[in-house]
């Protein structure tokens, strides 16, 4: 089971290196991360994007580009075509985003002639490494749907849960997150998440073990969970956070990156092949470890 990013690092330096296709390459910190992760055997990059200014900007930064396709295409809407035609033509064995719209990316992700669709909902996974704890926390979904219905949550759990099994946790335990512990009829997130605890104890959602609704103490830390009298195999001891909607993924992944300076790696899962899908303001390293994630989650497809 991989516990911190070094080792998912390591263990995607055991599967790799796998072929990226990359929507426009044109920015330092995504050409400092994939160069890393090519001298890391990780990956094998396919750059797409404007060639003229990618080549300069990594002669800026001190990127050799040797060894290293450039396919260009000026337009954004051309990037993420042509990347993930690369992927859907089996040129490619993963999807990242560079300096390209979220929006651009995801069009071409989906288009019905060369798109990555499986029928399932895309999803956003992020995983973070915390001082302090013994394990990586699964946070979903900050990132793509803004407002799940019950079968949507549902979707993202098995989402979240392949991405887990991949990693190596057997039997990952889900915390489906709200404001309180105790179901309200007037708070749909605590009514979502009983349901989806029943579910997994019904045998619904496979793999895992689910339980809500819990607060986000009770969630992570088991001395506060046992002074409410929470008693759950999940309380204190939880690998997934499912967050109710978008707004509280977003912020709390940001508090436990600028509050928390956790270290954390995110991608797209439910599609074809993971896509790499990360903050414009992430850094290399952030950024390679996303690529080292979705490596270590295409092996396991």
Known sequence: MIKSLAE???????????RLAVAAAEDSEVLLAIKAAQELGIAEPV???????????AEEIGVDLTGITVINADQPAQCAW?????????????????????ADILRAVLDKEIGLRTGRI?????????????????LTDGGMNPAPDLKQK??????AVQTAHAL????????????????????????DAAALAQMAARGQLKGCIVDGPLALDNAVDEEAARHKGIVSPV????????????????VLGKALTYFGRAK???????????????SRADTHEAKLLAIALGTVVAHKR
């Open 168 to 191: 190596g946790i057997a039997q990952p335990k889900v915390a489906a997150l709200a404001a309180v512990e105790v179901v309200n009829p007037d708070m749909q997130a605590t009514l």
């Open 154 to 159: 549902a979707d993202i759990v098995v989402n």
């Open 122 to 138: 895309l999803s956003h996974v992020m995983i973070y490494e915390v001082a302090g704890y013994d394990r990586l926390f699964f």
């Open 235 to 250: 309380a204190g001891q939880a690998d997934i956070l499912l967050v109710p909607d978008i707004e509280a993924g977003n």
């Open 82 to 102: 042509q990347a993930v035609e690369l992927v859907s033509s089996g040129q490619a064995d993963l999807l990242m985003k560079g300096l390209i719209a979220t």
């Open 47 to 57: 750059l797409v994007g404007k060639e003229d200014r990618t080549r300069v900007l």
């Open 264 to 278: 954390s790696a995110g991608i797209v899962v439910g599609a074809r092949v993971p896509v790499v899908l990360v």
């Open 8 to 18: 998912l690092l390591e263990r995607a330096r055991e599967y790799g290196p796998l």
